[in-house]
């Protein structure tokens, strides 16, 4: 089992910053591929970014792509995703996931955390 919990969510302005962080507990972190996903309201959950096992690979969504930054430290068992230039439809609450890299391609994680809502105003 690998136990996950996000933080640092919460209210921003648009063209802002928020930086999460998911801490992750249980079986060996740099096993995994570790990803963020988030849920709009009445919208599907969707991939937004992953990164690889040693940290040398990352993956992001298109909507993302350049504004979106992920890291891990290995050491401590923690990945973030720093947001920048937010915009009012990255409101959505954000989940923290742990799996394979297929995740990248829609595969699910083995492991999600509890979720970290993200609103973003205009």
């Known amino acids: 089992q690998v136990q996950l919990v996000e933080s640092g969510g919460g209210l921003a302005q648009a063209g802002g910053s928020l930086r999460l962080s998911c801490a992750a507990s249980?079986?060996?972190?740099?096993?995994?591929?570790m990803g963020w996903f988030r849920q709009a309201p009445g919208k599907d959950r969707e991939f937004v970014a992953a990164?690889?096992?040693?940290?040398?690979?990352?993956y992001y969504a298109d909507s993302v792509k350049g504004r979106f930054t992920i890291s891990r430290a290995n050491a401590i068992n923690t990945v973030h995703l720093q947001m920048n230039s937010l915009k009012p439809e990255d409101t959505a609450v954000y989940y923290c996931?742990?799996?394979?890299?297929?995740?990248?391609?829609?595969?699910?994680?083995?492991?999600w955390g509890q979720g970290t809502q993200v609103t973003v105003s205009s």
């Open positions: 996931a742990a799996g394979t890299t297929s995740v990248v391609f829609g595969t699910p994680p083995d492991y």
């Open positions: 990164i690889t096992r040693n940290g040398i690979n990352q």
């Open positions: 249980g079986r060996t972190f740099t096993g995994y591929t």
